[in-house]
């Protein structure tokens, strides 16, 4: 059985199951390098003759008119093995693209089974009772962070204007301080000497007024 007959079968292998596309792609592909091969084949013949030709030229027409002739037949078969190669490499690449759509709707398919499966048990009133749900209990959580954080007890009476109008007096009155204390640093001035002489002044006679307040007295108790 020649090469082509063992890949592409013949009698009954023919008509038996059709190939998978993997065994079509692999079968496409030995066609390939068996075409290769002849293809390479008949290059050298084509050389061969080529060469033959040139050696015996006009001095032997006649065997170089057959080389020539042998040459032009290779070279159609050359360009048929072309057309050949080109077809099969088209209907391999088409293969493969079909088998490659092939698995990704499959994969597409199971995954939509899958998605199918898992929204099985959801329903969408559900998930919006749901959401609901943890909606308020977030604001629930959120006021009960809020009344965990606020002060309580004194903080709530005391006014801050208040507080603002007694820090400001606090500073003011350290501000007076501070007036004060660079009063004192600086030395106290005293008042110059008069030039002239201070009248002096006669002291009392006190011994004269107690003699007369004491015979006064006495002239009193008579």
Do not use: C
Not at 66 to 91: C, M, N, V, W
């Amino acid at each position: 059985m020649s090469a082509l007959g063992r890949i592409f079968g013949k009698g009954k292998n023919a008509k038996g199951k059709a190939p998978s596309p993997q065994e079509a792609i692999q079968k496409l592909r030995e066609t390939e390098e068996i075409m290769i091969k002849k293809q390479e084949f008949l290059e050298g013949k084509i050389q061969q003759e080529l060469a033959t030709a040139k050696k015996h030229g006009t001095k032997n027409k006649r065997a170089a008119l057959q080389a020539l002739k042998r040459k032009k037949r290779y070279e159609q078969q050359l360009s048929q093995i072309d057309g050949t190669l080109s077809t099969i490499e088209f209907q391999r690449e088409s293969l493969e693209n079909a088998t490659t759509n092939t698995e990704v709707l499959k994969t597409m398919s199971e995954a939509a089974k899958a998605m199918k499966e898992a929204h099985q048990h959801m329903d969408v009133d559900k998930v919006d009772d749901l959401m609901a749900d943890i909606t308020e209990q977030q604001e629930l959580a959120q006021e009960i962070s809020d009344a965990i954080s606020r002060p309580m007890g004194f903080a709530d009476d005391v006014d801050e204007d208040e507080l603002l109008a007694e820090l400001e007096e606090m500073e003011q009155e350290d501000l007076e301080k501070e007036l004060l204390n660079v009063g004192e640093d600086e030395p106290a001035k005293l008042p110059s000497v008069p030039s002239t002489r201070v009248p002096t002044v006669p002291a009392p006679r006190v011994e004269e007024d107690e003699d007369e307040d004491l015979r006064e007295l006495e002239a009193w108790a008579s």
